[in-house]
């Protein structure tokens, strides 16, 4: 392992916490710990420390800086990673999207769901596609208005070449537990509409992602499948200059 920040024993060690807390989190909500993905948050960190998280069993990386994360790609081609974007997508980097991840968890408006769709190379599976919802924010926050959320959803369903899978949402840190599950629980109650009105031959959404490092048991306690892991298993990000960390925020350990 080649000037690796990480090792293999210390990253282990941050999997098994995580872990840990996981299923602390299930266990007290009265859920199955399968029911809860762990994505690896690999931004900002290089394919080496990429390289030990899959050596420790994980396969799932989420990425928010598109040319970044292709960069990565490419030198991990060896490895059977599955790549999702948790970025802002513009409309200038869709292609990279459609062309090289397996997921979009940060789609929030119809232009960019047809870039994708018309972009997503016919011998790839369907882009896998969460809308992200904005649950608590302001007219200028990233995500789409709840009571914009079905119109969305009924458009970005009839699109070829994506699949919806579900919801995505980033709230700002709220001042304790109860106030951050409280958000969240928003955003279940869209997911649940969204699947409550699903109808047809192609398979309900099973995904609702929201959860970082610092409030996975209050996403978990909220009904989250999924959640974003990165400075609990990498360690503290190198800082980056603002104009390119747009989503780099109070999280950051
Ligand atoms: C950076 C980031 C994460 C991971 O944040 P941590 O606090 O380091 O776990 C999760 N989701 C999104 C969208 C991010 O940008």
Redesign the pocket.
Known sequence: MPDSPLNNPAFSAALRAVQTRIAAACAAAGRDPASVQLLA?S?TFGPEAVRVAYQAGLLAF?E?YIQEAVAKMVALADLPLQWHC??PIQSNKTRLVAEHFAWAQTVDRLKIAQRLAEQRPAHLPPLQVCLQVNVDGGPTKAGVAPEDLPALARAVRALPRLRLRGLMC?PDPQPDAAAMQAVFARALVLFDALRADWEGPDPEPDTLSMG???DLEAAIAAGSTLV?????LFGA?PVKPAAAAP??GA???
Do not use: E, H, P, T
């Open positions: 948050v931004k989420g928010n948790i970025g980033i970082m490092s610092a974003r892991i990165g400075s609990a990000r989503l780099a999280q950051d350990g």
